[in-house]
């Protein structure tokens, strides 16, 4: 995969606090910001994926009550911790 120059304009305190973070870990600041712009990108397109993910369950019809949920939380870190709850409300229990 090739590059290509890229122009941004930053304002003085991001440019500054970018030159130092580079400076600290003896880096181009151009690496630490194509870096920065990556994981982000990465960061949007996982959550774009999970919320889709999420709409489609939906779409099925299938939930996990708020009272199972909760359930399930309050049993974290005890003796009688229950496994991750499945759907229970379903378009057949409606």
């Known amino acids: 995969m090739g590059t290509a120059p890229y122009s941004i304009r930053l304002d003085d305190e991001l440019r ?3 030159e130092r973070e580079a ?3 003896d880096r181009p600041p151009t690496q630490l910001a194509v870096r920065a712009i990556r994981s982000m990108l990465e960061a949007k397109a ?7 993910a ?3 369950q939906a779409d099925q019809g ?3 009550s708020a009272e199972t949920m909760n359930d ?8 009688d911790e229950v496994p991750v709850p499945k759907a229970d409300i379903t378009p057949d229990s409606a």
């Open 16 to 18: 500054q606090s970018l």
């Open 62 to 64: 299938k939930f996990i």
């Open 46 to 52: 996982a959550k774009r994926a999970a919320v889709e």
């Open 23 to 25: 400076e600290i870990e």
């Open 54 to 56: 999420a709409l489609e």
């Open 72 to 79: 399930w939380i309050d049993s974290w870190d005890t003796e």
